[in-house]
């Protein structure tokens, strides 16, 4: 039996494992009755006393570690599995330890603990009880597969008799073995006599059956499937399924194991609509993965097999590759978008790196503020040159630049801080001294010309 970990050990995703195109996949067939959502490949244990339909059975039993949805773990099993788990927290506590790592160390310690506790719990549920009913399920297990193999045994042991006899002395007959023994008229007339009278006195004696008025449902229907020998969740396409049928006239007819080749498979979620088109895989948890295989069945049911279902199988075939073409439509598309953003996140970088912003090309600033500015680089200066030399004029106190202009022109790149401030003329700082002072000298003549209006409390005003 393969040993699988209760927490740490990760399932393999069942696309990754899904066949490849042209090779040959080994199915099962399942047996799941209705009344039941235990499906398990039919096999001289299943259905049988061995695996009962309304029990939980045990792990070791046959197949069903490999196909069971739910099963009954021994306590040995638990405490097995927890202490792997306990074997590798502590490599990895070892090595978080030797990174310094204190919280990774404290969440360590806390699994560490708890698994701990799951181990003194699974080690409580050894009871004598438990262990008399393992001992007897391996007991009926070793009985049953003793008693196939007899069986097998006797029916090659036939095989090999009957190949040895000659044809014509099978078919001589014996003297005295071919005729039956009748009664005679007298006998049968006195049982005729005999016999309503006997009914009649078995019909008093018994009590008249009460009619159920809400009859059970019939519980005698079961669904058959073929899925992977792997245990995976692959599963045969439901045209081969009809295909089978009408080669072996009924499910319960179906081979228990066949081997066919994979023209196709597609991927699946379990919904409402594939549970009404698919009953039987009814059982299986709503949002659960599958795959479904299209397969050529020749090799199973021959080429008359398949000669009725020639249309349904080449519309199939043109649906998956209509498929497959929007598929590649569709990843082109996305790749083209993708290749456009990254065209354009570069374009944005490479504009950021040298100093130019798309926003403000797109929306350029006024003339006069790169002007006023004069920090920009030559290439803006030229751009920027005016027209006519009455531009160049500048009103207010501070020249050439406004609190203005310093608000909606953009800020000069890093690059340029340091060439701007080593090439600042001492002119400038002068002619910036001068209309710095002639500022502050008409805001001292607005002060004293302005009015000022205080309101008191009792309603008067002074100016």
């Not at 499910?251 to 228990?256: G, T």
């Not at 597609?266 to 409402?272: A, K, L, P, Q």
């Not at 978008?337 to 490479?350: I, L, M, V």
Request: proline share 8%; aromatic share 8%; charged share 25%.
């Amino acid at each position: 039996m393969p040993r699988a970990s209760s927490s740490s050990s990760v399932v393999q995703d069942t696309f990754e494992n899904s066949p490849r195109q042209g090779s040959v996949l080994h199915m099962r067939l399942i047996e799941r009755p209705q009344i039941t959502t235990l499906a398990l490949p039919r096999s001289p244990t299943w259905p049988s006393e061995l695996l009962p339909l309304h029990q939980a059975p045990f792990h070791f039993l046959p197949d069903v570690y490999q196909f069971s949805k739910f099963m009954l773990a021994t306590p040995s099993h638990l405490v097995s599995d927890l202490t792997h788990d306990l074997e590798e927290l502590t490599t990895e506590r070892r090595l978080l330890a030797g990174m310094k790592d204190d919280l990774g160390v404290s969440f360590i310690d806390g699994a560490v603990a708890k698994i701990q506790q799951q181990i003194a719990r699974a080690t409580a549920l050894n009871t004598p009880m438990l262990r008399e009913q393992i001992e007897r399920a391996y007991k009926d297990k070793l009985e049953l597969e003793e008693r196939v193999l007899h069986h097998e045994k006797r029916q090659l042991d036939v095989q090999f008799f009957q190949e040895d006899i000659p044809a014509d002395f099978l078919a001589m007959k014996l003297p005295g073995t071919c005729k039956p023994i009748l009664p005679s008229s007298s006998e049968l007339w006195r049982v005729q006599e005999a016999s309503p009278r006997l009914l009649a006195s078995k019909a008093r004696n018994q009590p008249r059956p009460r009619r159920n008025i809400n009859p059970p449902p019939p519980t005698n229907q079961t669904y058959y499937y073929y899925q992977a020998a792997s245990g995976l969740p692959i599963y045969l396409h439901p045209l081969d399924i009809r295909i089978l049928l009408a080669h072996f006239n009924s499910y319960s007819a179906f081979p228990d194991s066949i081997a066919i080749r994979v023209d196709a498979f597609s991927e699946s979620t379990v919904n409402d609509d594939l549970r009404k088109r698919c009953k039987y895989l009814a059982h299986l948890p709503q949002g659960a993965d599958v795959v479904f295989i299209e397969a050529n069945l020749e090799g199973v049911v021959g080429f008359q097999g398949l000669k009725n279902f020639e249309g349904l199988l080449k519309s199939r075939t043109a649906r998956r590759k209509e498929k497959g073409r929007k598929d590649d439509r569709a990843k082109a598309k996305a790749e083209e978008r993708e290749r456009e953003k990254e065209k354009f996140w570069t374009s944005s970088g490479a504009n950021s790196i040298t100093g130019s912003d798309p926003i403000l090309v797109s929306n350029p600033p006024r003339v006069d503020n790169f002007l006023a500015l004069g920090t920009g680089t030559p290439q803006e200066a030229e751009l920027c040159e005016p027209s006519s030399p009455q531009q160049q004029q500048s009103l207010g106190a501070w020249g050439t630049r406004s609190f203005a202009s310093a608000l909606h022109s953009p800020p000069a790149h890093p690059s340029h801080r340091g060439q701007q401030r080593n090439g600042t003329n001492i002119e400038d700082e002068w002619d910036m001294d001068v209309a710095w002072h002639e500022l502050e000298q008409r805001a001292g003549r607005r002060k004293k010309a302005a009015k000022f209006v205080v309101l008191g409390g009792a309603g008067g005003r002074r100016r």
